[in-house]
């Protein structure tokens, strides 16, 4: 049996991916659930377990050191890379919307839009017929409504909580997500029947 390396996001996608992968009967060591290591090997499932950001797990899956990625599809409509979307996980459900400060409009003089998105946002507003000035932000994107930088936001909403504890209201919902499974176009080639293995097996976790 060859060996599987797959990147999983570290964060809040790690637990529900993990739990997944456990209830479709992979034996996954303990040590991937709570240490620092950014490799876990799972031995007996032939299994390597590369830890990543969640926004470079496509990266590592695109240059083929990983065969298999479990990636949010906010990342992949963000960056256009060479991988295949095996399929749909259902898990970490939350959408992309743009928000602000209550009651406020759109400037007639170009408005600026903060985000970790650039992508997703240029297309939304470009489709709404909008020009705007993207800001780009790594993260506590919140901050930008609340301190005179932008007047829209564009980012992940999963319980709302964020938006509310800052004053601030979603104005537009853009588009649903949930994380995918992603494989190396070669990879998905070389190791075939291991891989339709994995991907039937979760399957039936996810149509459960
Ligand atoms: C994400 C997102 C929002 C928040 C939304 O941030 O950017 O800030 O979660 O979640 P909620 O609707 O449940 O409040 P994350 O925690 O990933 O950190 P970041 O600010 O560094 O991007």
């Known amino acids: 049996m060859e060996e599987l390396t797959i990147a999983m996001p570290k964060g809040r996608i790690f ?22 290591k950014l490799i876990v090997e799972a031995p007996d499932e032939r299994i390597r377990f590369i830890l990543a950001k969640p926004m470079d797990v496509p990266v ?12 949010g599809k906010d990342v992949l ?4 890379r060479s991988v295949h979307e095996l399929l749909d996980l259902g898990i970490s459900r939350c959408y992309i919307a ?21 992508t997703v946002a240029s297309h939304f507003y470009r489709s709404q017929g909008e020009q705007v000035e993207i800001i ?10 609340m301190i ?3 007047e829209r936001i564009v980012d992940i909403v999963s319980t709302g909580k964020t938006l509310q504890e800052n004053g601030l209201v979603e104005y537009e919902k ?15 080639r070389l190791k075939q029947d291991r891989i339709n293995l994995l991907v039937s097996r979760l399957r039936k976790q996810v149509s459960e």
């Open 60 to 71: 590592y899956v695109e240059h083929g050191v990983a065969d298999l990625g479990i990636a």
């Open 15 to 36: 637990e529900e991916a993990y739990e997944l992968l456990a209830q479709a009967g992979y034996q996954l060591p303990k040590e991937l659930d709570d240490s620092r």
């Open 77 to 80: 409509l963000e960056h256009d």
């Open 148 to 150: 005179g930088l932008a």
């Open 98 to 118: 743009s928000a602000g400060l209550p009651g406020t409009k759109l400037d007639d003089v170009t408005p600026r839009v903060a985000t970790k998105y650039p």
């Open 136 to 145: 780009e932000l790594n993260g506590s994107i919140e901050l930008a409504p």
């Open 174 to 188: 853009i588009v649903d997500i949930t994380s995918r499974l992603i494989a190396n176009p070669v990879s998905y």
